[in-house]
Each structure stands twice: as C-alpha cells, then as structure tokens.
C-alpha cells in the first residue's frame, strides 16, 4: 500500500455549497508555504454574493521587511473552475507591500458549521506531487476544533500527504 500523493487525484468535498461556507472561519492549524507570510490570529471571512460569485477577507498578523509586525488586511476574489470545490484565489493586501498572489484554492473537507480543511499547491514537481503547498484547518470556533472533529481533520490532513507538517495558529496574541 502505497499513498498516492498526486496533486491531480487530491480528493475535494463533494457536493460544495459554498453558501453554507460563507461567514467566519478562524485558522486554528497552517501547513506554511515557501516564502510564509501569514503568521498568527487568522481570520477569514467569506461572502458570496447575489450571483454567486465568492469573495473573502482575511485578517492575520505578518512580519514585512524581515522586522515589520503588523496586522494585514487581505482581500480575495474566486474564480470557479470545473469542480465546485476547487477555485482559484486572486488576492491583494490592503497595503502595497503586502503579497499579491494566484493561488489555487481547494476545499477538501468541511461540515460548514465546525471545521474546514483547505489546501493549495502552488508548484508541482515531475512526478505530479507538490512541492510547494500550504493548508489551513480552519475553525467556526476561535477556540479551535472540536474533540469530535479531530479524526476527520487528521484524516484529511493525512490525505492530502500533509500529516504532521501543521503547526499551530494562535489566536488573540497582542499586536
Ligand atoms: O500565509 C501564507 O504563507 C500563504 C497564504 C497567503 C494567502 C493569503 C491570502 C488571503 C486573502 C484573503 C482571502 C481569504 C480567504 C482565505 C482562505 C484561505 C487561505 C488562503
């Protein structure tokens, strides 16, 4: 038994709603990208609006200029793709020297009123799998997860081939 690995055979949440996704999810978990940038009190915010079309804001502490600490105030637009579950995420910051950036988005598991679990590759390598991905498990409770969510979180994480490369996102530390 080997694990497929493969960025293209990544199972996504089947039947995605996304306007029962919409609303506040608070990052409780991140598997960070090369070149990391959000680091802490993660906060995302999801609207779709009257055509359906999603848009997000994000709220996280960052670190600019290898000193600067400041809040960042993100904003997102989704473009859809074949598969309701997987978008893709154009995204600026509120400053100019925050990262822009055109992420994929993909929703891989979420019971919309608890957790969520979120992936992106940004960079595949020959053999199909990533090489530069991040993943956030996100929360309708600042609190964190529930106990009952854990399984299927841990689950997921280990399908996507991201076990154990979480860290913890803190919530509520002074700017
Ligand atoms: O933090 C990193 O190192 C990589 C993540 C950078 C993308 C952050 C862009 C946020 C734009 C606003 C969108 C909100 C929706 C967030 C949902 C999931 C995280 C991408």
């Given at each position: 038994?080997a694990?497929?690995?493969q ?9 995605f ?20 940038f959000?680091?802490?009190n993660?906060?995302?915010?999801f609207?779709?609006a ?19 600490e ?11 793709t ?5 978008f893709k995420?154009?995204?600026?910051g509120?400053?100019?020297n925050?990262?822009?950036?055109y992420?994929?988005?993909w929703v891989?598991?979420?019971d919309?009123?608890?957790?969520a ?6 960079e595949?390598g020959?053999?199909?799998t990533c090489?530069?991905?991040y993943?956030?498990?996100?929360s309708?409770?600042?609190t964190?997860?529930?106990?009952e ?10 399908e996507?081939?991201?076990l154990g490369?979480?860290r913890?996102v803190q919530h509520?530390v002074?700017?």
């Open positions: 038994w694990q497929d690995c960025v293209d055979n990544i199972q996504v949440m089947q039947n709603n996304r306007t029962k996704y919409a609303g506040t999810w608070y990052a409780v978990a991140k598997k960070d990208p090369v070149g990391l959000l680091l802490d993660i906060v995302a915010q609207n779709i009257e055509d359906g079309q999603m848009t997000a804001t994000a709220e996280g502490r960052v670190i600019i200029l290898q000193q600067w400041l809040c960042a105030h993100m904003f997102a637009t989704f473009e859809d074949y598969d309701p579950a997987k995420m154009k995204y600026w509120a400053a100019a925050l990262q822009t950036g992420d994929d988005h891989i598991s979420t919309y009123d608890n957790y679990v979120h992936y992106a590759c940004r595949k020959y053999d199909g090489i530069d991905s993943s956030f498990v996100f309708r409770h600042p964190g997860l529930r106990p969510d854990q399984y299927i979180v841990t689950q997921k994480k280990q996507i081939c991201l490369k979480y913890r509520n002074s700017p």
